[in-house]
């Protein structure tokens, strides 16, 4: 098994792409090892010193390092445990255990609400992505869209620019009613 790996923006988060499929549907993040409890592959990367989130994409994990912890201490272990997990057979997820983290959706949206998913969706979304991250619609309210950032993007020193050069931009100009994108923890 060949797991390449690439820089996101985010100097404390590595992308790892293992070349099959990670998650079939959304994406999970765990921001800490007492949130893995229903993911045999988050468990093993958080036992790794050093790993302080971890999240999962459709092809992809991204990784994010404590502060004081060098990539070339860490990515080793991180390659191992990524590879031992698909070498044992276990599942990405316990089944049953934890839903995949797709973008919020309401039993019925408004018009201007399923605007602003699709347009995360189809531009937002993919970009995001490429970066090993995400980036969850949570509510809008106010003419303010709250959007929850995963991944490489949580925390990440460039993420402030991209919501608020990026998205909230691309946002007001589809969809006049924004009038601001707001980062939700």
Known sequence: MFIQTEQTPNPSTLKFLPGRVVMEKGTLDFAGSDTATSSPLAKRLFAVEGVE?????????????????????LKPSILGGIMEHYTSGE????????????????????????????????????????????????DFRDGIVYLHMQGSCSGCPSSTATLKMGIENLLKHYVPEVVEVQAVQ
Not at 53 to 73: C, L, S
Not at 91 to 109: L, N, R, Y
Not at 110 to 116: P, R
Request: aromatic share 8%; charged share 25%; glycine share 8%.
């Open 53 to 73: 989130r971890v999240f999962f994409g459709a092809d992809f994990v991204t990784v994010t390092k404590a502060a004081d912890m060098d990539w070339q201490v």
């Open 91 to 138: 599942p990405i997820v316990v089944a049953g255990s934890t839903e995949a983290g797709a973008p919020g959706a309401a039993v019925e949206d408004d018009e201007i609400v399923a605007q602003i998913k699709d347009l995360l969706e189809t531009r937002v979304r993919p970009a995001v992505a490429q970066d090993g991250g995400d980036i969850v619609f949570q």
